[in-house]
């Protein structure tokens, strides 16, 4: 099937997506805030570097788009054009999420992952997800799992 827009117009549109501080990013945020919870956000010094980082908890949380993270997901759909470039990128991206993973947990620190499609898709509706969401999250952070992923 061919793009409905010209390849500029899809380069423009791709390069505007968000890799930090996305809306949801900024919504889980600002909950787990409010709950007294204190993190560093994108710590460069950590493999992968998470979206928000608990040095007291030993924890981090990405929280992942499930189209460029590949998840097995009613959201994610391999583009019908360039289909080969997209299923190598999105592969890759899979791959370093289990290299990061592999090697945060290598230095001790606990893992969530956040999922799109735990907020988003049909019949969801955002603001009570995301509360939803952020107690999971907190109750996580006071506990000794060492992993946890929150998918819709």
């Known amino acids: ?15 505007g997506i968000r ?8 919504e889980i945020r600002k909950k787990l805030f409010v709950s007294g919870f204190r993190y560093r956000l994108h710590d460069s010094s950590l493999p992968g ?8 908890y030993r924890a981090v949380i990405f929280i992942h788009g499930c ?4 998840h097995d997901c ?13 299923k190598n990128k999105l592969m890759r991206n899979r791959q370093k999420d289990e290299e990061t ?17 735990s907020f988003r898709g049909k019949g969801k509706k955002r603001g009570m997800e995301i ?3 952020s107690v999971r999250i907190a109750k ?6 060492k992993q946890l992923e929150i998918r819709g």
Do not use: Y
Request: hydrophobic residues 40%; proline residues 4%; positive net charge.
């Open 1 to 15: 099937m061919a793009d409905v827009v010209d390849t500029f117009k899809r380069s423009q549109m791709m390069s």
């Open 19 to 26: 890799s930090k501080n996305t809306r949801a990013e900024l």
């Open 131 to 133: 509360n939803r969401i």
């Open 49 to 56: 570097k998470p979206d928000l980082t608990f040095p007291r």
């Open 74 to 86: 009613h959201l994610f759909k391999i583009p019908g054009t360039r289909s080969d470039f997209w």
């Open 101 to 117: 993973n592999e090697a945060l947990s290598e230095l001790g620190w606990r893992i969530l992952t956040v999922w799109e499609c």
């Open 67 to 70: 189209f460029w993270h590949a």
């Open 140 to 145: 996580w952070l006071c506990s000794k799992r």
